[in-house]
T-cell receptor, first 116, second 112 residues
């Protein structure tokens, strides 16, 4: 149980275009989802927290207009990178938690974004 | 603000031996959780072990155990009988108010 999927696993896009990454909880309802960014051989950096039906809460320094997060249902959150640039190339990871298990986050397998 | 520090960027251990990864943290909260995650080359984050701050007993999961020193704000991970499959990047993390804060990570190499 507690499986989180991400789609796509790897995406290449041209500079200036937008790309959407999906995060789904497959066998549970996720009241909260988190989005992280990870550069090679570095740690995970929390970008934003989203609760179902509410606006996402972004961490300091994360551009809200560039990284659009939508958590429309208890099983789906999306991250849209708008007007992508090469510096947005990174590994994006989502995780999900359940309201009554506040100590646990279940991680997706990640999405590698390459902007050319 | 919460901070988590892992001072060992890389560690190496011989297969079947024991290795300890260090982690210190800083938090003003009294109720929090601490975790060790493993990230193998696939980059899938895998929970290794979890410790509730209010529990004095150190958590243990098979070959993995922690040394939780609350007053010193230290949370080290001991891997016993190291196996080749243990080779990965290990992250220490603390959680309260719903957010996970990760340390910088320690890359563990296991030598056959």
């Amino acid at each position: 149980g507690a499986v989180v999927s991400q789609h796509p696993s790897w995406v290449i896009c041209k500079s200036g275009t937008s790309v959407k990454i999906e995060c789904r909880s497959l066998d549970f309802q996720a009241t909260t989802m988190f989005w992280y960014r990870q550069f090679p051989k570095q740690s995970l950096m929390l970008m934003a927290t989203s609760n179902e039906g509410s606006k996402a809460t972004y961490e300091q320094g994360v551009e809200k207009d560039k990284f659009l997060i939508n958590h429309a249902s208890l099983t789906l959150s999306t991250l849209t990178v708008t007007s992508a640039h090469p510096e947005d190339s990174s590994f994006y990871i989502c995780s999900a938690s359940v309201a009554d298990q506040t100590y646990e986050q279940y991680f997706g397998p990640g999405t590698r974004l390459t902007v050319t | 603000a919460q901070t988590v520090t892992q001072s060992q960027p890389e560690m190496s251990v011989q297969e079947a031996e024991t290795v300890t990864l260090s982690c210190t943290y800083d938090t003003s909260e009294s109720d929090y959780y601490l975790f060790w995650y493993k990230q193998p080359p696939s980059r899938q984050m895998i929970l290794v072990i979890r410790q509730e701050a209010y529990k004095q007993q150190n958590a243990t999961e098979n070959r993995f155990s922690v040394n939780f020193q609350k007053a010193a704000k230290s949370f080290s991970l001991k891997i016993s009988d190291s196996q080749l499959g243990d080779a990965a990047m290990y992250f220490c993390a603390s959680r309260n108010t719903g957010k996970l804060i990760f340390g910088q990570g320690t890359t563990l190499q296991v030598k056959p």
